[in-house]
């Protein structure tokens, strides 16, 4: 079976997705939409698919499956059509920025039993997946702690901030999914710092730039994450968990692997500065485990309701931060 | 001129000290003091010094300093008895596990205007010193965070836990003194967590084994610190600070740096496992450290001051552990 | 301009050659030759490419350029008719494994003023790119070592050691043309140690599975290679340079990276263990240098002359080991 | 029982030796010889040993063992006046820039049956003994291949190259005897290539600044040194020894271990620069092992036969450099 894609929207988000269905076994790209003909007819070009409307796609017998890279504030919607319409939905994170207007849209995919995936690439990073795999092949016994460094290598434009829904709620967010999947365990608790120290025209926004959290689950598990928009090596991912019987690293990623040594020391090149370029592999990854899953061979990965949680997790963080007091993430009704 | 020292105390840290200050330019070790004979005359024998009691150390007129390392609920009373006695004295942290009874027995300090250095190592280790070089030389523009992981090879006996004032006056303590160091700005708020994980006895003695605190000043920087009282790889000692211009960090030191690759990958050995052996360097320039203050070149490197701010912030977070929120350390009224 | 391809050879480096001419803009895939149907077949339609005979090829007025990857002893022939044909010319290396056929062969390219490439690929291997670009800067200064380690991770199949010319033309010849590309002199003596260690199989069929050599120029530079056919923690691809300023050397790689740590010590996982793996980048730029260079924009990557160098380099090092004595390139008789 | 130590030059070696007397367990330092009376007086305020004169020591009922710190050209004298004297002796290598006068010598030890040691720190080094064990503890299986990196941060002064014997026998003894040490297996042929790159004056002194050796054993075990008078990033000091279950390595030393991470890439410091720093730890090891075999706990860990070998690997390199030849060591009559 081929799992037949219409990718929505065509920017750069979109034109990952796009490669990586087209160099996946089992997945072909039928038909791209965007409001910007430039942008569709690119894709259209590059792969050789139609274009097509966003309606058209949701009527189209040859699409099975579609790929939600539209802006986050068009993401509910379009889940709820294409679930009705019986696509199977991959959707790029957020599902929207408001809690309860997911919890809503998540209602509907579970009526209409839709297949939905959320897109957190990190999951299915080949070094974060080796990491997990030495976790779940008990070679560091009990989980204990959990450490995530996430940072930028710049902070994006004030038009993206401004419709971010905040750094908890844009990046975090990220790190809470991988809090999650590695802890093994329901995250209880949640407290956090943030501070604007990278540029004050964030702070101006109502945003933040540097945060730190610690996140704990029912029996006692540790999680910090630490985030900053701005890390002038290069775009810094690391995460490290500690176990009863040791720990596991993944170690950042490089373009190029040379030591330069001279008078003054020894010298590696900056890290890999970009998503696209950092998370390639995990890109392809997340699309193969998507056809997987619509192929019926494997349960969804990253589901809608990793995406619901993700997003409480960031609620509970900027309330701990306006009320300076450890939440519960019960109290944002959550279930989890 | 020569400091001539006497030792008060002869366990593993006075035997520490003792040679620490024989094999430091600019002082002598002139005696030891400690119950257990044997014990004493051990560090006699090697350093070819006199055995005294306390008392008589306090009225020698050729002592000039002396190095505390008795057991620190001892601490306090022998401080002022020194300091009243006109000796310039060193004390092993922490002053008093009571941060009223600091406060008061530092008054007594300021009135005999005694100098008094508290023993926070870590400042003294060479990476350490040469991390914070570097961020001084403004190799990483401005402090943004501190990252600190601190991790014991394995738990003390529960004798000593007992004793010991809990995991955030015993251990995060040190990490409270670097924080401080390296933000370069005052600490204004703690929030924490903590758990057992490691040994179900330790929280049968009312403490924890593995915390994560967040900090912050004033203008917002922000620190982590990371603690567990079991590493199985070694004693896990790590130093990162994010600048806006960069990053420094310290890395963790092996007794031997060989690498082991075969079929199953690449292998180094464990960490140094043990304080006196990963700090060996830096209990050696801790002393040189204080000569050169008792000798009037340097301030006192760490001061009573240091040692009650520490302490303070380990109340806090303890606090914050009770209470589930962020606490001033205003609330602790230490002057800062 | 559009480079029109045919590819010689379905086996497996022809598989790779067709990947990557199918991914390279400015690069199209027409037809693939094998006398093996099914291989010629799955290319065909994994690439959506006719299959022709080689003469067919030969003929055919679509097709501008050829990816020889059949058997070592057909290349020459295939080379020459090919240039006669006026296609341009990928040969995999060797050209030949007699030196004097290599000669002429390479005279018939020269009279047809055909464009002809020997794939070398470590030279389009990223990070060694990456290295070559630090010593062209001035970086290291003038050039005086370069050290260069090249292990296979296990031996071939009898079969091919059988056709391999031994170990000096089929393994260290790429460090040969790697040591010319980074001398930026050309070799004048070589003197090398060969010897059977890895398995006595290889020794009863004349061959040698362990050798060093060192290579010197005119000027005095010196360069030394270190081969083994056996390295159980992978594929063993270091070089290291050193200069009058400074070093470069280019690290190894792995497939993941991770650091697991525990009472045993750090662990990460062995190497890359595949050249299809380890080089998958190098071939994608290679066929990218070569299209560019049939399209005019950049002079032929590494060139016929640069095969035959490599060649008399391999057979001057076996005579080395068979009179145990330092040999002149210029013995060869190959222009420099 | 003590060993009582007299040394023998008080210059920067016999300083080195004097300190590791001094705190080595089992060891005291009793005198110190040196035609300079200042250079001795330090020595002897220092560790409180008498000043005598080399006679003197010859015939003090209360010295047990000396240490050579003097020029090359006195070694042979001393040895064999202090094995006459039915002292242990210590001496730095080389025994003499002459093999003849070296057999000479040692036969004379071995008519007095004296105690005979010759310093070849690199034996004792921390690191190398890991790697060492690991080897011997079959680790890496049979030992195949033996990589020794060895550059000097740069050059010694021209009075100094003038009397060293050259390259090969102050330098590169070194690697012979590490070579050996680590091939387990007599060493039966030796190459070498030699050229002046870093400074003509070197040349113009009949000596060479870079050179790469083979060398190989019997039954076909191979080893490549490298060596450069000049390493502007510090002391290079590694070996990699490759055995048919895998490779081990030590790697180089640094003063500090801190990484600066900023726009420009990642940034450590420099190795540690100087013999006596990179060496410390070994110097000490070295007295100790000298120590242990002066009181018949072990054998004597480096002998004059290791010294003797050592030399004609050198001269051997020499003739092979001469007459472009690969040398057999058994043409230097060396029994081995």
Known sequence: MTVRFAILGAGRIGQVHARAVASTEGASLVAIADPMAAAAQKVADNYGCDIRSIDAIAASDDVDAVAICTPTDTHADLIEQFARAGKAVFCEKPIDLDLERVKECLKTVSEENATLMVGFNRRFDPDFMALRKAVDDGKIGDVEMVTISSRDPGAPPAEYIKVSGGIFR???????????????????????????????????????????????????????????????????????????????????????????????????????????????????????????????????????????????????????????????????????
């Open 170 to 336: 844009d990046m975090t967010i990220h790190d809470f999914d991988v809090a999650r999947w590695l802890l093994g365990e329901e995250i209880a608790t949640v407290q956090a710092a943030a501070s604007v120290l990278t540029d004050p025209e964030i702070g101006k926004l109502g945003d933040y730039d540097s945060v730190n959290v610690i996140l704990t689950t029912e029996s006692g598990k540790q999680c910090t994450i630490t985030n900053s928009r701005r890390a002038t090596y290069g775009y810094d991912q690391r995460i490290e968990v500690l176990g009863s019987k040791g720990s596991v690293a993944a170690e950042n990623m490089r373009g190029t692997n040379i030591v330069l040594a001279d008078e003054s020391g020894f010298h590696q090149p900056p890290l890999l500065d970009f998503f696209m370029t950092r998370y390639i592999a995990a890109y392809a990854n997340e699309i193969a485990g998507f056809v997987a899953a619509v192929s019926g061979k494997t349960a969804t990965p990253t589901t809608g309701h990793d995406g619901m949680v993700a997003l409480a997790l960031a609620d509970a963080a900027l309330l701990s931060v306006a009320e300076q007091r450890v939440v519960k993430l019960s109290e944002l009704k959550v279930s989890t």
